[in-house]
C-alpha cells in the first residue's frame, strides 16, 4: 500500500491516502476548514467542480514543488499532494471569492424560502448563511420556468434549480435507463427528462434526496408541513429490492408519518440510495423497524423544536453513573 | 519589414485549392520528407527549435505541448484540429481552409506522423458547412494519391483523417469542450486534470491543435525549424494570420512576419491602410473579442514609451494594465465616432449567450454583466453600475472551469479600466449618448 501524504489544511496537519481530494482530506478534519460543496456529491461518480463554492487557495503546491497554485482550485476536485498547503477559511482571496460565488448562485434564485418545502434542509440557505451577503445587488428580473411534474411523485420546480448536475448524475449512474439530462446552455439550461418524458424507475426517488435546492421536490409531502415542525425518526425495513439498503428516516408528525427519506450525513448527502417503494408507499409505523430518533446537527433548523438540555441537571452533573447513561442515550457529550 | 509569406505564400495561384496546382507549388514536400527521411521525434525535436507558439489564442509551445503526449502502449494517440473558430473578430482559419484546405491536411498529415496517431480529426465549426465540403474533397483527393489511408507513401504508416461539423456553440472551441462535442456529448468543458495530453479523446491521449499552428508544421519540416525560428521577433518566431477588421480602409486576412509594428500594420497601404474615412483611431481590439481592448496610445506605444509590435511579447507587455494579449489574431480598429459602452455590450452579450452554464460564476455573472451593460447603453445606468461591473467581473475572473469566464471579464474589465470617462458619460448624459449612437432626438424618450 502506497505510503500516506501529508497536507495541511488552514494550519490543520492530516495524513491521507494518495488521491484524495482536498475537500475529502478536509472532511476527515471536519469543522470549520470543511469547504462548502453544493454540487459535489461523494456517491455520485463525475459530480462536482460546477458550483465553485469550494474554491480553496492552494499557497504550497508540494514537497517537491512549492510554488503555490496560481489560481484557486476546486477543492472537490483537486488532489492533494505530499505536503501541500492548503487556505480555506484563514485566506481572505478565498472568502470574497466564494462570496461572490454565493451572490452568483442567488441572483437567479427566487428566494421563496417561505414557501419552499425545502427550506430548513437546504444547502443553498445553509451556504447563503454562512458565506453571503445580506442583501442583493441584483436588480433585474430573475429567470422563471413552469412547473413540471415528472411522474406522479416527483416535482421538478426548474427556477429554483442551481445546476449542480447531481440529479442528472443520480438518473445516470443509480437508476438505469437515463432520460434526464441537461437542456439548453447558459442561464437559459434547465434539467430536462428528455423531452418531459416521466422518469419512471424503481430509484428515481433519489434525485428528491439528491437537489441540493427545492427544484425537486417529493409530490406526497409538498406543502405538508415545515420540516422544523416534523420529527425524524431512523427506521429500516428488509426491503424486496436487492439494490435497496432500506435504510431510512421518517419524518413524523404527530402518530402520522409525513414523508421517508434516505439518511442525510452532515454533509447533505445520504449514507445509501433507497427506492421509490420505501420512499413513496410505506408511510405507516407498522411498515418499519424503529431505531430511534435521528441525530441532527444542533445548528439545523430542525433540531430548534426538539428537548435539548443545553445544560445538565444538576442532580446528574453530580452522578457519574447518570452521567454516562445521559451521554450513551443522546451519543453526544451534553455540557 | 517586407512581409514574408508563409502559409499564404502561393494565394494568389489560380485553382491553388486543387491538389494538382498545389503538388505543382511544392506541397506534401513535408510528408514526404517526413516520413523517408526523419522519425516522428525528429519532426517534433524541429517544432520545437522553431519556436511555434499555438495560434489560437494561448500561445503555448506547440513542441512543448506534443512532448508533454503520454505514450502508452497498446492505446491510440489522436490529433484534432480546432477549426471551431468562433471568436469574434477572427475569420483567418476560415480563409486559410477555404483557399488552400490542402496546407491544413499536408500539416494534420506531418503532425500525426509526429505524435504517432493513426485516427486524427478535423472539428470544425457547424456555420462552416460549406468549407467542410472543401475540406472533404480535398481530403478524397489526399486518398487518392496516396498521401492518406493504409501504407502513405509506402512507408507502413497509416493515417485516416475526418472532418467533423459542430452544432454552433464557441464554448466548442475550447479544447475539452470540443472533445466531448466530438464524442457525442454535451459541449461542456472538462474538468482539469487530467488534461487531453494524458486524457483526452475517448480518454486516450490527445493534442487539439489550431488550424493555423497545424498548417504551420508543413514550412518548418521543409524549411526546418532553425530557418523557422529566425522570421519574427525574439520568441514569437514565424508568421501570423491576422484578421484585420473593424473600421479599416483595407480589412482582410494579412499574413504578417511576428514583430510588425502595429502602427505600420495599422496605417501602411501594404496592409490596413489606415482608417477609414480618415477618421482618427480610437481603441484596438488586438487578439479577438477576448483579449483586453486599448486605447490608441497605449496600442501603438508601451507605457515605457517603446513602439508596440505585432507579437507576443509586445503586445503582452504592461500586463493587463497597460497591454494585451496577440490571441487568437481578430483584429479589431474602432474610429474616435465608435461607443466603447456599446462594443463592451456586444461582446458581453455574445459571452451570455454562449457561456455553457456549468459552473455558476460564468452562468450567471455572464447574463448579469450584460444586463448591466445594456441599462448604461440605453440611458438607465447608475454611477454605482461601473463599479458594480467591475467586481462582477473579478468575481467572475479565474473562478471558473475554463477560460469562457476569463474571456468575458477582460473586455468589460479594460473597457472601464481604459474609458471610464466614456461609461460616466453615459450616466451623466444618457440623451446625448442616445442621440450620438443611435440618432435619437433629445426630446424623444426612450423606453427599454
Known amino acids: ?335 | 519589414m517586407a512581409g514574408k509569406k508563409i502559409l499564404l505564400e502561393h494565394i494568389d495561384v489560380p485553382g491553388i485549392n486543387t491538389y494538382e496546382v498545389y503538388r505543382k507549388m511544392g506541397g506534401y514536400r513535408s510528408v514526404e520528407k517526413a516520413i523517408k527521411s526523419m522519425s516522428p521525434d525528429d519532426v517534433v525535436e524541429e517544432v520545437k527549435k522553431s519556436g511555434l507558439r499555438g495560434r489560437g489564442g494561448a500561445g503555448f509551445p506547440t513542441g512543448m505541448k506534443w512532448s508533454f503526449l503520454a505514450k502508452p502502449e497498446g492505446r491510440p494517440r489522436y490529433l484534432v484540429c480546432n477549426a471551431d473558430e468562433s471568436e469574434p473578430g477572427t475569420f483567418k482559419d476560415r480563409y486559410l481552409m477555404e483557399k488552400i484546405p490542402h496546407a491544413l491536411i499536408e500539416g494534420m498529415i506531418t503532425s500525426s506522423y509526429a505524435l504517432g496517431a493513426n485516427t486524427s480529426y478535423i472539428y470544425i465549426r457547424g456555420e462552416y458547412f460549406y468549407v467542410l465540403r472543401i475540406l472533404e474533397k480535398a481530403i478524397a483527393e489526399a486518398y487518392a494519391n496516396g498521401f492518406l489511408g493504409k501504407n502513405i507513401l509506402g512507408s507502413g504508416y497509416d493515417l485516416d483523417l475526418y472532418v467533423h461539423p459542430g452544432a454552433g456553440a464557441y464554448i466548442c472551441g475550447e479544447e475539452t469542450a470540443l472533445l466531448e462535442s466530438l464524442e457525442g456529448k454535451r459541449g461542456n468543458p472538462r474538468i482539469k486534470p487530467p488534461f487531453p495530453a494524458v486524457a483526452g479523446l475517448y480518454a486516450c491521449p490527445t493534442v487539439v491543435n489550431n488550424v493555423e499552428t497545424i498548417a504551420a508544421v508543413a514550412p518548418i519540416v521543409n524549411m526546418g525549424g532553425d530557418e523557422y525560428a529566425k522570421i519574427g521577433v525574439g520568441r514569437s518566431t514565424g508568421t501570423k494570420l491576422i484578421s484585420a477588421g473593424g473600421h479599416l480602409n483595407r480589412p482582410g486576412v494579412y499574413e504578417i512576419e511576428l514583430g510588425v509594428p502595429v502602427e505600420e500594420f495599422i496605417y501602411s497601404d501594404e496592409y490596413c491602410g489606415g482608417i477609414k474615412n480618415g477618421k482618427k483611431l480610437k481603441a484596438v481590439v488586438a487578439g479577438g473579442s477576448s483579449v483586453p481592448i486599448l486605447p490608441a496610445n497605449l496600442i501603438l506605444k508601451t507605457a515605457n514609451n517603446e513602439q508596440r509590435l505585432m507579437s507576443y511579447e509586445s503586445l503582452a507587455d504592461g500586463g493587463f494594465v497597460s497591454g494585451t494579449m496577440l490571441g487568437s489574431g481578430g483584429f479589431i480598429a474602432f474610429d474616435e465616432d465608435s461607443c466603447i459602452v456599446r462594443n463592451t455590450w456586444n461582446f458581453a452579450r455574445f459571452y451570455h449567450h454562449e457561456s455553457c452554464g456549468q459552473c455558476s460564476p460564468c452562468r450567471e455573472g455572464t447574463g448579469w454583466m450584460e444586463k448591466i451593460l445594456h441599462r448604461l447603453e440605453y440611458g438607465h445606468g447608475k454611477m454605482s453600475d461601473i463599479d458594480l461591473l467591475v467586481d462582477v467581473s473579478k468575481k467572475i475572473e479565474g473562478n471558473t472551469i475554463c477560460p469562457l469566464g476569463d474571456a468575458a471579464a477582460w473586455p468589460v474589465a479594460s473597457a472601464i479600466r481604459h474609458f471610464r470617462d466614456e461609461f460616466e458619460w453615459h450616466v451623466n448624459e444618457p440623451k446625448l449618448c442616445l442621440e450620438r449612437n443611435y440618432g435619437i432626438s433629445q426630446k424623444h424618450e426612450v423606453v427599454m
Open chain 1, 1 to 335: 500500500m502506497a505510503d500516506k501524504i501529508k497536507v495541511t489544511i488552514d494550519g490543520q496537519h492530516i495524513e491521507v491516502e494518495p488521491g484524495t481530494t482536498i475537500l475529502n482530506a478536509a472532511r476527515q478534519i471536519g469543522g470549520e476548514s470543511v469547504p462548502p460543496a453544493m454540487c459535489y456529491y461523494s456517491k455520485l461518480k463525475g459530480s462536482g467542480g460546477k458550483c465553485r463554492t469550494c474554491l480553496v487557495k492552494v499557497s504550497k503546491g508540494s514537497e517537491k514543488d512549492p510554488r503555490p497554485m496560481p489560481k484557486l482550485v476546486a477543492s472537490c476536485q483537486t488532489q492533494v499532494m505530499d505536503g501541500m498547503e492548503v487556505e480555506n477559511m484563514t485566506s481572505p482571496e478565498v472568502l470574497e471569492a466564494r462570496k461572490g460565488v454565493v451572490e452568483m448562485l442567488l441572483i437567479n434564485h427566487p428566494l421563496d424560502c417561505p414557501v419552499c418545502d425545502q427550506a430548513g434542509e437546504c444547502d443553498l440557505q445553509n451556504l447563503a448563511y454562512e458565506h453571503g451577503a445580506a442583501g442583493t445587488r441584483y436588480e433585474f428580473e430573475r429567470r422563471k420556468f413552469n412547473k413540471i411534474n415528472i411522474g406522479d411523485k416527483i416535482q421538478l420546480h426548474m427556477t429554483r434549480c442551481i445546476l449542480c448536475y447531481r440529479c442528472v448524475y443520480t438518473a445516470d449512474q443509480i437508476t438505469d435507463g437515463r432520460v434526464h439530462g441537461i437542456l439548453n446552455r447558459g442561464d437559459k439550461a434547465e434539467i430536462s427528462t428528455y423531452i418531459a418524458q416521466a422518469i419512471d424507475n424503481d430509484f428515481s426517488g433519489n434525485v428528491i434526496d439528491v437537489c441540493p435546492v427545492g427544484a425537486l421536490t417529493d409530490k406526497t409531502f409538498r406543502f405538508k408541513n415545515r420540516v422544523w415542525f416534523t420529527k425524524p425518526v431512523d427506521a429500516h425495513r428488509d426491503c424486496e429490492n436487492p439494490k435497496c439498503s432500506g435504510k431510512v428516516v421518517l419524518w413524523y408528525k404527530g402518530e402520522e408519518v409525513l414523508r421517508v427519506t434516505g439518511r442525510k450525513d452532515q454533509y447533505g448527502e445520504v449514507e445509501s440510495f433507497i427506492c421509490n417503494t420505501c420512499r413513496f408507499d410505506k408511510k405507516k409505523t407498522n411498515d418499519w423497524v424503529i431505531e430511534g430518533p435521528r441525530q441532527i446537527e444542533d445548528t439545523s433548523v430542525i433540531s430548534s423544536n426538539h428537548y435539548e438540555m443545553e445544560h445538565m441537571l444538576p442532580v446528574v452533573e453530580k452522578d457519574p453513573e447518570l452521567m454516562e447513561q445521559n451521554q450513551k442515550m443522546f451519543h453526544k457529550k451534553i455540557q
